[in-house]
Each structure stands twice: as C-alpha cells, then as structure tokens.
C-alpha cells in the first residue's frame, strides 16, 4: 500500500488539481487500461455530480469501453457499501435504454461526464458494438457477496458488459 500511495503522490505532484481519488484512477488507467497518459487524463472526468462514473476510456484498438469508478481509501480496512457498488454496476443497463431513460440520466449528469457518457453509449450500440467494462478500483474491500451482486446486475445488460 505504501508503494501505491508513493505513485499516487507523484502523480498529485505532476497534476496538482488532481484529488486523490482521481489520481489514483489515473495510476490505475496507466497501470491497466491505457499506454498513453494523455489518453487517460482525457478520460477523467473527477467533477462532482459524475454519478460515480470517475473516468471513460474508449480502446478502439480493443473494440472495447472502459468504466472507471475509484475509491483511494487511506485504511484497506475500509469496506465498500453495497449501495455504492451496486449504483456503479447498474450503470451498465443504461447504454441500451430507451431514449426517453436515457435523456432523463444525463439530466442528473455534470456536463462533460454527460458528452462521454453520450459516447461510450454511441459505441456500445449497433453498429459498433464495443464491449463496456465496468471497473469499481478501490483500495478498500468489497464483500464476495456484494461483488457476485455486482455481477448478477451487469449480467442484465443488453450488450456485451462485465464488471
């Protein structure tokens, strides 16, 4: 953990607007998802009222949608609610929603979180089909129980969907 939040920290250094739990999404988009920096910067969101959607990230090479939400908690001890694992995982119903559904989502949504949630919809959809991957990071713990919820609630997506 000590490592972890020593990158966290260089990464705060760089960025300086970034609060933690942002920088921590960006570690993990490098460590993970993206081979370039700039590509996972422009996936943050890290604005409230982002409906814990903490960053997009479109792999086109991969054919593939990435959902970030990340909790940098100070204490491994802390555990995640269930609420809010859960709140995360139903993002993944929305892309097929109809149109009405949807426009009612992006109401409650910041602006920017809104034109990328927009886009990750456009490339979850026909004709491009890309698959949505949810990630919940957290450097706390999540329950076997709440994680195989989680994915009982992904597995109702119309697309292709996991978490």
């Not at 739990?21 to 993970?32: E, G, M, P, T």
């Amino acid at each position: 953990m000590k490592d972890l939040k020593d990158e966290v920290n260089q990464i705060r250094k760089t960025y300086p607007k970034l609060k933690d739990d942002s920088a921590f999404v960006l570690w993990f988009l490098r460590a993970f998802l993206s081979d370039s920096e700039d590509a996972a910067l422009k996936a943050l969101t890290g604005v409230s009222g982002d409906r814990n959607i903490d960053a997009i990230l479109v792999d086109q090479r991969s054919r593939q949608v990435h959902l970030v939400q990340g909790k940098f908690r100070q204490s491994q001890e802390k555990t995640e609610k269930r609420n809010d694992v859960l709140g995360f995982a139903d993002l993944c119903t929305y892309p097929w929603e109809d149109k009405k559904l949807l426009e009612a989502f992006y109401a409650k949504l910041d602006p920017l979180v809104r034109d990328r949630f927009a886009e990750l919809v456009r490339y979850v959809r026909f004709p491009h089909k890309f698959e949505l991957r949810l990630y919940y990071v957290t450097t706390g713990r999540c329950s076997k129980s709440i994680l195989e919820e989680a994915k009982a609630h992904v597995r109702q997506a119309e697309g292709a969907a996991e978490i």
